[in-house]
């Protein structure tokens, strides 16, 4: 079953902003812990920033000060505020939940910044 769906992705210009969602079905949000994971063309995937069960949030040092995460337990929803892009921030970017120790992904939303 599809349980998250990221977008929200696309080509924006280095400076730029975007802002990416995470759909969840049913309680997930409200439940578990949110994290967005990137990986770059020929590079591991790497975390980027999660989110508690009680909304404080935390992020990798490479994106501190420039994105915001945060969520929305009555929409279901997750999103990552993204600001003064850099094209290393240029990666497919998946939303996830761990859930007795079945980790699960969205298919990803594509985030390209060149100018």
């Known amino acids: 079953q599809v349980q998250l769906v990221e977008s929200g992705g696309g080509l924006v210009q280095p400076g730029g902003s975007l802002r990416l969602s995470c759909a969840a079905a049913?309680?997930?949000?409200?439940?578990?812990?949110m994290n967005w994971y990137r990986q770059a063309p020929g590079m591991q995937r790497e975390w980027v920033a999660g989110?508690?069960?009680?909304?404080?949030?935390s992020y990798a040092d490479s994106v501190k000060g420039r994105f915001t995460n945060s969520r929305d337990n009555a929409a279901g929803t997750v999103y990552l505020q993204m600001n003064t892009l850099k094209p290393a921030d240029t990666a497919v970017y998946y939303c996830?939940?761990?859930?007795?120790?079945?980790?699960?992904w969205g298919q990803g939303t594509q985030v390209t910044v060149s100018s």
């Open positions: 049913g309680s997930i949000v409200s439940s578990n812990v």
């Open positions: 989110i508690s069960t009680r909304a404080i949030p």
């Open positions: 996830n939940f761990v859930r007795l120790g079945v980790w699960y």
